[in-house]
């Protein structure tokens, strides 16, 4: 597609629930990134993705956070049993390998997940 | 380990008033990209501009400049008359040689008044 597209672009889920959030990269970029973002807060780096192999997931905050990436193209970003402190903007990006350093990230519009 | 520093929360300046956004990085790498990136309140960040470590050339691009002085480890961000249109969070980020992911500030709320 054009962009990086997220969908849900809001969610509110229960405090217990799992919930996934997916992305949808722009097409040809090899390098996909999820961060995310709290009210007021920078950009928290969860985990990289090259192809479909994760090289650097320091970034994901506990074992409830998983994310997956299929046929080099979507990804999914898993949160089990969410807590309020998951409550955020969770935001995707891709870049080819060739224009990481060079333009940066696309950035999508980002999910915004609301636990209760 | 890599570091970028935004001191500034948030910013308030009148319409035509020039502003300077201040970003401070750190890195060990000699080789490394600085960007700068707007996020305004739709929520979606814009990519601005990138420089490299070997080029402290400064850039003007209309009514936004950068100020890359190494010496300093600082990429300064200047709008010139702003607009009410600029108001956004703006984000100073660094990535190393192999550019495997950004490193961000914590922001700059800039809030433009007429």
């Known amino acids: 597609g054009a962009g990086v597209s997220q969908s849900p672009s809001n969610k509110v889920t229960e405090k217990g629930k799992d919930v996934e959030l997916r992305c949808d990269p722009i097409s040809g970029h090899t390098a996909l990134y999820w961060y995310r973002q709290s009210l007021g807060q920078g950009l928290e780096f969860l985990i990289y993705?090259?192809?479909?192999?994760?090289?650097?997931k320091s970034g994901l905050p506990s074992d409830r956070f998983s994310a997956e990436r299929t046929g080099g193209s979507v990804s999914t970003l898993t949160i089990q049993r969410t807590q309020q402190e998951d409550s955020a903007v969770y935001l995707c990006?891709?870049?080819?390998?060739?224009?990481?350093?060079?333009?940066?990230?696309?950035f999508g519009s980002g999910t915004r997940l609301t636990v209760v | 380990a890599q570091k970028v520093t935004q001191a500034q929360t948030e910013i308030s300046v009148v319409e035509k008033e020039d502003v300077t956004l201040d970003c401070v990085y750190e890195t060990r790498d000699t080789t490394y990209y600085l960007f700068w990136y707007k996020q305004p309140p739709s929520g979606e960040l814009v990519f601005l501009i990138r420089?490299?470590?070997?080029?402290?050339q400064n850039e003007i691009s209309g009514r936004y400049s950068w100020n890359f002085q190494k010496s300093t480890s600082s990429f300064n961000f200047t709008i010139t008359a702003s607009q009410v249109v600029d108001s956004a969070v703006y984000f100073c980020?660094?990535?190393?040689?192999?550019?495997?992911?950004?490193?961000f500030g914590t922001g700059t709320r800039l809030q433009v008044t007429l």
């Open positions: 993705f090259q192809g479909n192999s994760a090289p650097d």
């Open positions: 420089r490299n470590s070997f080029d402290e």
């Open positions: 980020a660094l990535a190393t040689g192999t550019a495997s992911k950004l490193t």
């Open positions: 990006a891709s870049s080819t390998r060739l224009t990481a350093g060079i333009y940066g990230y696309t």
